[in-house]
C-alpha cells in the first residue's frame, strides 16, 4: 500500500474504534511519536526505567552474565 492509501485504511479503521480507551491509547501514542525524534532516542528508554524490581535487574545481569560473557574456547576450532 502507498504511504497515502495506509494514511485513509487508518483513518477509516480509527473512525470505527468506539472504545474511550483505544482512543485514548491512541493518542497517547500519537504524542509519543512526535516527540521521539529517532527511534533509539534517551526518551524512549526512560519509560522503561524502573519497571523491573532489583531481584529482577539482578536476574537479568545474572543471565547475561552466564550466557552471553562465557567465552567457549572450542567453538573457535
Do not use: Q
Amino acid at each position: 500500500m502507498y504511504s497515502e492509501a495506509k494514511k485513509l485504511h487508518i483513518i477509516e479503521e480509527v473512525l470505527k474504534i468506539e472504545s474511550e480507551t483505544t482512543l485514548s491509547a491512541l493518542d497517547d501514542f500519537l504524542k509519543k511519536s512526535k516527540k521521539a525524534k529517532t527511534p533509539m532516542n534517551e526518551s524512549s528508554f526512560k519509560e522503561f526505567s524502573g519497571i523491573w524490581s532489583k531481584a529482577e535487574a539482578e536476574e537479568i545481569e545474572r543471565i547475561i552474565a552466564e550466557s552471553c560473557e562465557t567465552i567457549h574456547l572450542d567453538d573457535w576450532k
